[in-house]
């Protein structure tokens, strides 16, 4: 299934650990999707119980795609994901979550019906970001997060975000520079929006960053071997994917799925 069957010895992680966090990694991904359609139905009966189970299956989503990271650092050490926007975030989203930092990163459904902030900004109006898939019609899940989260993270001090001044500051300019936070920015400044009330969509970010993935692993000789990450596998390597320098805009006050 992989080329080689590189092992560290230190750790006894081989490239088949690699195959293996991937299809954990995808099979969650699937449920996630399917947690997404349920949401919606579920909303209606009992909002709290949607928004929670909404929340759940990302991290989920967050706490695999680290595993692969951990696995790939010992074994395909070429692919730096703190390197790359898409992937980078990714990370620091999962850590500021799986940690409760300063409650960074909550969806906009927790924030704006959970803890009743759109209550209690009755009139305001919401900008959220979103990028154009290109290639295919397939409609892009939505799942919104604060956009200052992300310079809020980066600013903490080395105590809480685990990163060197210097580090944070890297890491933030490969998230600006690829995910075209300064045009979302640009925008909301030259439409009144203040940038508290700017959420970005990061499902799609999570796709292009998964491709990339997939991407490097391909050139690696690696091949699926579950159900799950044999279909994502075709799917992300297919012609659709997300241009994260195109970016979308609406307004909204309503929740979000």
């Known amino acids: 299934m992989v080329r080689s069957k590189k092992r560290c010895v230190a750790t006894g992680v081989d490239g088949d650990a690699v195959v293996e966090a991937l299809d954990r990694l995808a099979n969650v991904m699937r449920r996630y999707a399917e947690e997404s359609v349920e949401t919606k139905q579920l909303f209606a009966i009992d909002q709290e119980e949607a928004i929670d189970n909404l929340d759940g299956a990302f991290d989920a989503k967050l706490e695999k795609l680290h595993s692969l990271y951990d696995v790939m650092n010992v074994v395909m050490p070429g692919f730096r994901f703190r390197s790359h926007g898409d992937t980078a975030l990714h990370i620091q989203i999962r850590n500021a979550r799986h940690h409760n930092i300063r409650g960074l990163f909550k969806s906009w459904n927790r924030l704006m019906l959970k803890e009743n902030e759109l209550r209690q900004n009755l009139g305001a109006q919401y900008l959220l970001a979103g990028y154009r898939l290109l290639g295919g019609g397939a409609v892009v899940s939505e799942y919104y997060l604060k956009l200052t989260d992300?310079?809020?993270?980066?600013?903490?001090?080395?105590?809480?975000?685990?990163?060197?001044?210097?580090?944070?500051?890297?890491?933030?300019?490969?998230?600006?520079?690829?995910?075209?936070?300064?045009?979302?920015?640009a925008n909301a400044e030259n439409n009144g929006y203040p940038l508290k009330q700017v959420f970005f969509n990061v499902i799609p970010i999570f796709m292009a960053g998964f491709r990339r993935v997939l991407l490097f692993?391909?050139?690696?000789?690696?091949?699926?071997?579950?159900?799950?990450?044999?279909?994502?596998?075709?799917?992300?390597?297919?012609?659709?994917?997300?241009?994260?320098?195109?970016?979308t805009f609406k307004s909204l006050q309503e929740p979000r799925f």
């Open 150 to 185: 992300v310079h809020g993270f980066y600013s903490l001090p080395y105590e809480e975000n685990k990163l060197k001044p210097e580090q944070a500051k890297r890491q933030e300019q490969a998230v600006e520079s690829g995910l075209s936070f300064g045009h979302i920015r």
């Open 217 to 247: 692993l391909k050139e690696q000789g690696v091949q699926p071997k579950g159900h799950d990450s044999e279909t994502y596998w075709r799917h992300f390597l297919g012609e659709e994917h997300v241009d994260l320098s195109r970016v």
